[in-house]
């Protein structure tokens, strides 16, 4: 399976998915720079975290015109994997690839931690390998990590089975005391109606290194890779 990941400028995450796909994972694995046009070569893209543009205007508002990501919408539009972790998911976005937006945290603080996520819904090609509703712990770095959708979009989103990752406390409870950035509905990750473009706040791939003494973010690529080549 092959993964591409795409470098803006200010991206900092990108080492850190090829450390896991690459290095860990042996996955085939290459830099897509944003003004790289031809991507038909991969199977995953991954847009990673990080500052793309200094975040000016909002985080992914600039990112989104980048060559790159018409190539982007083409390879999401034939129902390749997409997957957009932190910084990647506000392009994802600004892109109206995902619905919604993540706005500035509710505490108006960029929020670096750890933070205790629950699986919702494991009939995806992300989740297969989690427990249904297992706690599992990821690191969180942002400023703008605060998912907002109307009323409408949060319901279409809850009745499709889209959200995959909500905040919660060590037990599982969902409340807005275990809620780090003010999302509505404590969402921390969604898919698309197709299910094949995944945005996520927390970083899986910060998380899936039994060096780092945290490995709760492996099962979605492992998962991802064994589906694929199934
Ligand atoms: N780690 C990240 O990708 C950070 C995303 C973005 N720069 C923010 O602060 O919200």
Redesign the pocket.
């Known amino acids: 399976m092959k993964f591409g990941i795409i470098v803006f400028p200010g991206s ?2 990108d080492r850190d998915v090829d450390t896991v796909t690459r290095g860990i994972l042996n996955q085939p694995t290459r830099f897509v720079w944003h003004q790289e046009t031809d991507i038909a070569d991969l199977d995953v893209v991954v847009v ?5 543009y200094g ?1 000016y205007l909002r ?1 992914g508002a600039i990112a989104r015109f980048s060559p790159v990501m018409k190539s982007v919408v083409e390879h999401a539009r034939q129902g390749k994997y997409v997957l957009g ?4 998911f ?1 392009v994802l976005t600004e892109m109206g690839l995902l619905p919604g937006a ?1 706005i500035r945290n509710r505490d108006l603080h ?1 929020i670096c931690d750890r933070v205790p996520v629950r699986v919702e819904n494991t009939d995806s090609v992300w989740t297969r390998g989690y427990q249904s509703k297992s706690v599992i712990n990821l690191p969180i ?5 605060r998912y907002y959708a109307s009323e409408d979009t949060l319901k279409e989103l809850e009745d499709n089975g889209q959200v995959l990752f909500r905040y919660c406390s060590i037990d599982g409870e969902i409340d807005e005391v275990n809620n780090p950035n003010g999302s509505l509905n404590n969402i921390a990750g969604i898919v698309n109606r197709e299910g094949n473009v995944l945005g996520m706040m927390p ?1 899986p791939e910060r998380a899936a290194d039994s060096l780092l003494g945290l490995t709760d973010g492996s099962p979605l690529f492992k998962e991802l890779i064994a589906t694929a080549s199934r």
């Not at 990673?48 to 793309?52: E, I, T």
């Not at 770095?141 to 990590?145: I, K, L, N, P, T």
């Open positions: 900092n995450c990673p975290g990080g500052f793309s975040d985080c972790i932190c910084n990647g506000q993540l960029f770095a942002h400023g703008e990590g970083h």
